[in-house]
């Protein structure tokens, strides 16, 4: 790692030595920046630079950093109980969140099952997929199906259904579960060759599970509500449980509150995370419908789901998610959403004919240039840096998904920082 300059704070220098970081060859990558504060759009260098935040940290405050209505619930809760165990004992926000998101999710998706990060809201829904084959007498129907592009996660059973280029299964070969992975039917020769799939495999699988409208981390490509239609009609037709990730488009990010909503493609399991506490607390929730809950509902005590992480349901984290709820409720959200997809279709189109750009796209409040090659991603972020923004490319990705709350002149300063550097 380069040598750090003096006027580095001393807590990085002590810590930097320590400090594993992420996707990162520690090696070669440049320091990270040191933030002291977040406020609004914004986040505060130790230097005394601020940058104007397009990404969210990682997609996650939809409210802007530190919105006051979130910060008195959570002081609020913190008083009275910060956590307490899941297991044999309630309380109030988590029973409230899980009411409120039976509420406003599209049909009968109404039992929640909380944990604290996507990857593990992703494997518990694999898990509630195969014990439901399990639970109702289907042996042997325990694989997965998902698509060239999707990112899961992380953990060993949610990188088996990432996209197998991108992803790490040739690193861990041999290590990881084989899938099914295909394209997804975006026209009617993949639409073909899915069905070809499900016709030889139909019968080792429990469940098709996809990204709705836009696969994020795999390189931010949208497809159209036409493809999840087909989706649905196809598990429909092998007897498949179909499973949206929801956790990069839930919560207004493609416009709608929800993309299984916009789309009216209802799933049979539902993930949710990053957005879901407006970005303060890590939580997660796997949704089943009642078909799925109703097979584990049974006089069996081995018919239970048996999972159970220790910080389930925290309440801290749950009274953040109910007080970002009532922002969706309160403030005009989805409007703002709608407003930053026209603004970012006006002022990312002038790159499209810069030298290098392949692609311009915009959904909802995610917008995207693809460059031709993978971008120097050392560079570009000083150049960001530089020019007073926090934009973190991926491969030949450069992008916004800002905070939903974010200024017409703050995103004006993300979109003419990516025209300018890239020209
Ligand atoms: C981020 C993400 C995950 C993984 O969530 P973590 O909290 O990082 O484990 C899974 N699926 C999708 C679609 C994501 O965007």
Not at 94 to 102: F, G, I, M, N, S
Not at 133 to 139: I, S, V, W, Y
Not at 254 to 268: I, K, N, Y
Request: proline letters at 6%; aromatic letters at 6%; charged letters at 20%.
């Amino acid at each position: 790692m380069a040598p750090q300059k003096p006027s580095e704070p001393d807590w990085l220098t002590r810590g930097l030595e320590h400090v594993w970081l992420p996707y990162a060859q520690m090696k070669l990558a440049p320091l990270p920046a040191p933030v002291v504060a977040t406020r609004g759009s914004q986040i505060m260098l130790a230097d005394g630079r601020k940058l104007v935040d397009g990404v969210a940290s990682w997609w996650t405050a939809c409210h802007g950093y530190n919105h006051p209505h979130i910060a008195e619930s959570l002081r609020k809760q913190l008083e009275r109980m910060p956590h307490v165990m899941f297991g044999g004992l309630a309380h109030e926000p988590a029973y409230e969140l899980a009411a409120r998101l039976a509420k406003i999710l599209p049909g009968n998706l109404d039992r929640v099952f909380y944990s604290e990060s996507g990857s593990v809201a992703v494997e518990v829904a694999m898990k509630m997929a195969i014990q439901y084959r399990l639970n109702t007498g289907e042996r042997g129907r325990s694989k997965i199906l998902s698509f060239r592009g999707a990112y899961h996660g992380d953990t060993l059973a949610t990188m088996a259904v990432c996209d197998p280029e991108e992803g790490m299964h040739s690193l861990f070969r041999g290590v990881l579960p084989e899938q099914i992975i295909a394209d997804l039917p975006r026209d009617d020769e993949s639409h073909a060759a899915l069905r070809a799939v499900l016709e030889r495999h139909g019968r080792e699988l429990t469940a098709i599970l996809v990204e709705p409208l836009v696969q994020g981390a795999g390189g931010m490509v949208f497809h159209s509500a036409l493809v999840l239609q087909r989706l649905r009609k196809l598990a429909d037709e092998f007897d498949l449980l179909l499973i949206f990730d929801e956790i990069f488009t839930g919560f207004g990010r493609t416009g709608g509150m929800f993309a299984c909503a916009s789309s009216g493609v209802l799933p049979d399991i539902i993930t949710l995370s990053k957005a879901l506490t407006g970005g303060t607390l890590p939580l997660a929730a796997t949704v089943a419908s009642s078909l799925v809950f109703d097979a584990f509902w049974s006089d069996r005590p081995e018919d239970a789901l048996m999972h159970g992480p220790t910080f389930m349901g925290n309440p801290l984290a749950c009274a953040a998610a109910n007080a970002s709820l009532d922002l969706f409720e309160r403030e005009p959200r989805l409007e703002q959403a709608t407003a930053i997809a026209k603004q970012l279709a006006r002022e990312l189109e002038p790159c499209r004919t810069l030298k290098g750009v392949r692609d311009v796209r915009v959904m909802g409040a995610i917008g995207v240039v693809e460059l031709d090659s993978p971008a120097e991603r050392g560079a570009l972020m000083k150049a960001f840096i530089d020019r007073g923004v926090w934009i973190r490319p991926f491969g030949r990705i450069v992008y916004l998904t800002p905070a939903l709350t974010i200024r017409p002149d703050e995103l004006t300063t993300l979109t003419s920082a990516i025209c300018d550097a890239l020209a």
